[in-house]
């Protein structure tokens, strides 16, 4: 099965997968592996133009949205 989220709020809409190459951008900058991700936890709070996300349980970080 395929799936897609899309956010929306207030006029603007992001996709998970802008969201998760964001991160991904993040991962690779601090040194990391793509590879090593193993787990990714995306929580999604459009009022503060965010998604927070914990990779790993572990490594935890925030991305704007917008």
């Keep these: ?3 897609s ?4 709020y207030q006029g603007l809409q992001v996709n998970e997968k802008d ?3 964001k991160i ?3 991962w690779l900058n601090d040194g ?3 590879k090593d991700i ?3 936890k995306l929580y999604v709070k459009p009022e503060d133009n965010a998604c927070y996300y ?3 349980g572990n ?6 949205l917008y």
């Design 5 to 8: 989220l899309f956010v929306e």
């Design 38 to 40: 193993k787990d990714l």
């Design 19 to 21: 969201i998760v190459t």
């Design 32 to 34: 990391n592996k793509i």
């Design 59 to 64: 490594v935890a970080g925030k991305v704007d």
């Design 24 to 26: 991904k951008e993040i």
């Design 54 to 56: 914990v990779a790993n």
């Design 1 to 3: 099965m395929k799936t």
